[in-house]
T-cell receptor, first 111, second 113 residues
């Protein structure tokens, strides 16, 4: 079974530029998550989707971050404009019922 | 909200010895406790999990114990091997917000041959 797919794997941008990350969850998984992992810390939930609806986006900095999950499958996370403190790994995860599976992550460096 | 503390932050063990990582949580409503292994440059990989109606769970060389009264849970790795070297994260999930895992800060495990 294919895992959670993410792209790009690595991205370097200058501050104030924009970036977008894409995620394809495990087939059939209705719930999709975006987590942010800053170096040396555990992941932190940014947003959770159930099918194409948002369940929880309380931790998403909405002035610069946006996410969508059109058609209830793939998802895109966008950052605009990026700040230096956005440098992190952006992890997409999905779940069917009780177990959450993570992708390999998209590594963002803002310079 | 839930707060998870994890100890130690680093753990060095000799190959063949056991490793133990401990976590405490604050929200008594949490009922799901997964453990993830993260190798350098990769995403977290689920290695074992436990739910609040179970006190202990084993999977080959890995075991997890849960003490709901004390609000702590532990990961035990026996007969450690060099490929066990990685960062291990514990997490807790409150009952009322499924998927909102609260992670510990991680434990860097180094297994030396």
């Amino acid at each position: 079974e294919a895992g959670v797919a993410q792209s790009p794997r690595y991205k370097i941008i200058e501050k104030r530029q924009s970036v977008a990350f894409w995620c394809n969850p495990i087939s059939g998984h209705a719930t999709l998550y975006w987590y942010q992992q800053i170096l040396g810390q555990g992941p932190k939930l940014l947003i959770q989707f159930q099918n194409n609806g948002v369940v929880d986006d309380s931790q998403l900095p909405k002035d610069r971050f946006s996410a969508e999950r059109l058609k209830g499958v793939d998802s895109t996370l966008k950052i605009q404009p990026a700040k230096l403190e956005d440098s992190a790994v952006y992890l997409c995860a999905s779940s069917l019922v009780n177990t959450i599976y993570f992708g390999e992550g998209s590594w963002l460096t803002v310079v | 909200g839930e707060n998870v503390e994890q100890h130690p932050s680093t753990l060095s063990v000799q190959e063949g010895d056991s490793a133990v990582i401990k976590c405490t949580y604050s929200d008594s409503a949490s009922n799901y406790f997964p453990w993830y292994k993260q190798e350098l440059g990769k995403g977290p990989q689920l290695i074992i999990d436990i739910r609040s109606n179970v006190g202990e769970k084993k999977d080959q060389r890995i075991a997890v114990t849960l003490n709901k009264t004390a609000k702590h849970f532990s990961l035990h790795i026996t007969e450690t091997q060099p490929e066990d070297s990685a960062v291990y994260f514990c997490a807790a999930n409150p009952t009322d917000s499924w998927g909102k895992l609260q992670f510990g800060a991680g434990t860097q495990v180094v297994v030396t041959p």
